[in-house]
């Protein structure tokens, strides 16, 4: 009977880790999605503020985003 017990006190321990590491998998992908998205509007915002800098264009469209020369 102590071996059914420690069977299943070990499988409930596994789960729990199994379901903390995916969590914390989920939350990284996630932060890093978010950070990826950071880093390409700061790029967009660089490269249309060079352009409009640059050239005689008013307004300009990345990545359906729109940026006007102010």
Not at 24 to 31: I, R
Not at 39 to 52: E, G, P, T
């Amino acid at each position: 009977m102590v071996t059914k017990g420690f069977l299943l006190a070990e499988a409930a321990i596994s789960l729990l880790l199994v379901m903390l590491c995916l969590t914390l998998v989920v939350n990284c992908v996630y932060e890093a999605r978010k950070v990826e998205e950071q880093l390409q509007l700061k790029a967009d915002q660089s490269y249309a503020n060079y352009i409009l800098k640059n050239t005689d264009v008013k307004r300009v469209v990345v990545h359906d985003r729109e940026y006007q020369a102010r």
